[in-house]
C-alpha cells in the first residue's frame, strides 16, 4: 500500500522521519510524524476498483487485515476508511476493532466526512466501535486560527448504536505530508483521515513511555487532556459530539493525573419522564500524593 497516495501519507503522519525536508512549490518545511521512530506495518484492505472512487473494499478484508496486524504484533491499528453504521450485532469489523482492543492493540479510527451533508450522527463504521478512539478533524493554524472544527467532520452521537462519539480531535485540514516516489503533498489534504494518523503516532508515543498502560487507559489519557476546538471563526467551544475530549495534546497526555473508564458517556435514548443513570470509575494515573479528590 505504500505505493496508494492515500496510505503514504497516512504513514508518514503517523511515523515519517524527524526533520525531513519536504520541498513544496518552492519552499522547503522541516516535518516529523508524531512517532518518527515507529515501526510500520502495512496491510491492503482495500482491492476492489469502484468508478468514480477508486479502491474499495468489503468486510472480511477489512477484518482479515486487522487480524493480521494484532498477529503480527503491532501495538496500535490505524484505519482512515469507514462507510455508514449498521445494526451493532451484525458488523464484523466492530467486533474485530474490540477484539483487538481486548488483545492490547490501540485501535485508531476516521471518525468520517460527512457532517455538511448529513449532520449530526454521521459518525461511519467502525468508528462506532466502542473501544476504538474515533478521531474527528480540526485546523492545523498554519494559515489561521488553530483548533477550529472542520465543517466536514462527522458528528456524533453514533446513528444506530447512539454512542458517544468521535472521542478525541486532531489536525486534519491542509496538511503537509509525503506520497510516493519522493513527493508531497501540497499542504493540502484535508479529512479525518488525516486527522486519524495523528492519533495513531500518539498512540504509540504513549505505550512507550508507558508500557504498562492499557489500551482503555491510553485512550483515557488522550480524551481527559484534549485541548478546546472552536465553531469557526469564534471562540465557542464545539459540543462534544463534535470534538470529543477535544484536540489531543501529547505532553499533557504523557501524564493525565487520573484514568476514568468509561471515557465519554452516552445516555442513549430516554424517554421523557424516566431517570437513568450512568457510572464513571475514576483511577489514579501516577504521580500525585494522596489523599486526592476529583
Do not use: C
Amino acid at each position: 500500500p505504500l505505493e496508494s497516495d492515500d496510505a503514504t501519507n497516512v504513514a508518514r503522519i503517523a511515523a515519517g522521519d524527524y526533520n525531513t525536508i519536504a520541498a513544496v512549490e518552492g519552499k522547503q518545511y522541516h516535518v516529523s510524524g508524531i512517532a518518527p521512530m515507529a515501526y510500520l506495518g502495512n496491510y491492503k484492505v482495500l482491492t476492489i476498483p469502484t468508478d468514480g472512487f477508486g479502491l474499495d473494499g468489503n468486510s472480511p478484508e477489512i477484518v482479515a487485515g486487522i487480524e493480521a496486524a494484532v498477529a503480527d504484533g503491532m501495538n496500535v491499528i490505524n484505519l482512515s476508511l469507514g462507510e455508514p453504521e449498521i445494526e451493532p450485532t451484525r458488523d464484523i469489523v466492530v467486533k474485530a476493532i474490540d477484539d483487538a482492543a481486548d488483545a492490547g492493540v490501540v485501535p485508531v479510527i476516521a471518525a468520517g466526512n460527512d457532517f455538511d451533508s448529513e449532520g449530526r450522527g454521521s459518525i461511519g463504521s467502525p468508528g462506532t466501535a466502542p473501544d476504538a478512539i474515533t478521531v474527528a478533524a480540526s485546523t492545523e493554524g498554519d494559515d489561521g486560527p488553530a483548533d477550529e472544527i472542520a465543517s466536514f467532520s462527522s458528528s456524533g452521537p453514533s446513528p444506530i448504536s447512539l454512542g458517544m462519539k468521535p472521542d478525541v480531535d486532531a489536525p486534519g485540514v491542509d496538511i503537509l505530508s509525503s506520497l510516493p516516489r519522493n513527493t508531497w503533498s501540497a499542504h493540502d489534504w484535508s479529512g479525518t483521515s488525516m486527522a486519524s494518523p495523528h492519533v495513531a503516532g500518539a498512540a504509540a508515543v504513549l505505550m512507550q513511555r508507558h508500557p504498562t498502560w492499557t489500551v482503555a487507559e491510553i485512550k483515557s489519557a488522550l480524551e481527559s487532556t484534549g485541548d478546546p476546538v472552536h465553531v469557526a471563526g469564534t471562540t465557542t467551544e464545539v459540543p462534544s459530539t463534535r470534538e470529543g475530549g477535544g484536540r489531543i495534546d501529547l505532553p499533557r497526555a504523557d501524564d493525565p493525573l487520573v484514568f476514568t473508564a468509561p471515557t465519554g458517556l452516552s445516555f442513549g435514548l430516554v424517554k421523557p419522564g424516566t431517570t437513568t443513570t450512568q457510572t464513571l470509575q475514576t483511577t489514579d494515573a501516577g504521580g500525585g500524593a494522596d489523599p486526592w479528590t476529583v
